[in-house]
């Protein structure tokens, strides 16, 4: 399995004149109330933290107030039915990953919802994911993690996303082991399971970064086509044999029904922010990169990220 796309970041440094130009394409008298960003993940994982910067900048930069409100079930998938059910006024935003509108529908016939009933208005990050564990533990590599499962009869990983356990499965498929994916509630919930030592292993994008600073966590392999800068040891699963690459993104998206205008006036507004230097910064501390592909590149890519998922899944 090989999904991945280049594309090209263009930053802008944000200040007055940015602010004013996205502002200025807003209708008049919006918003006409708070504007709330749902996250349909839990507190504390990297679509939480970019949310909550995303909404904080924004209303720094406009005065608007932005409510942020944490809905997680179903990797996003409880949120963006709701978000179908909510006034089109252009005062809700979702805040999901690509597991929530390009895989979801091909896993759970009732979900209620495919990819082409949203609007998207650009990314917030790319997700590097990796397969991590306890540092203590007794694998470092993704070899050694294979025989330790060879010889314990199977081995757990905690996942907080469809993807993930279609990358477990991709991986004890290939090697031919047991490897059980444990869900949790979004990658916060799955990153404490493994520190906690209740699973073998987790699969991230960006939360268990400071861990792996800090000495706490190992990377076992890295998911997506590239090393990553924060592990440059750990090898992909490509490099390894498996043909294995899943890149994820941060999304924002409405109702398809919100008015065209109100669109546009909250992708430039995501855009502007999310290239800003500041903005840049805060992403590289924590080993990430915004990667916004604005409002017809984020549906181009997630079309074809839910091309890819359902035949997969049809596998």
Known sequence: MNFTRTFMISLAAAGLTATTAFAQSCPDGYPAGNIN???GF???GGTDTVARRVASDIEAATGWTIVVDNRPGASGGVMARGLLDADADGLTVGVVSNTTVAINPHVNADIGYTHEDFAYLGTGMV???????????????LEE?????????????????????????TLAEHFDIDLVAVPGQGSAAALQEALGGHVDATIQGAAHVPQIEAG???????????RASYAPDAMTAIESGVDLSI???????????TPAEVQSCLADAVATVTSSDAYVEFLAGRSAVPGNMGPEGTASWVAEASSFYETRLAQ
């Open 145 to 169: 993690f294979v025989e330790f499962a060879r010889e314990e009869g199977r081995a757990t990983v905690s996942v907080g996303a469809s993807s993930h356990t279609i990358a477990v499965t």
């Open 37 to 39: 960003f749902l996250v």
């Open 127 to 141: 997700l590097n994911y990796g397969l991590v564990t306890l540092a203590d533990n007794p694998y470092t590599t």
């Open 216 to 226: 706490a966590m190992v990377q076992l392999a890295t998911l997506t086509a590239n």
């Open 42 to 44: 839990g507190a504390g």
């Open 247 to 257: 890149e994820g993104h941060i999304i924002f998206i409405m109702n398809g029904d």
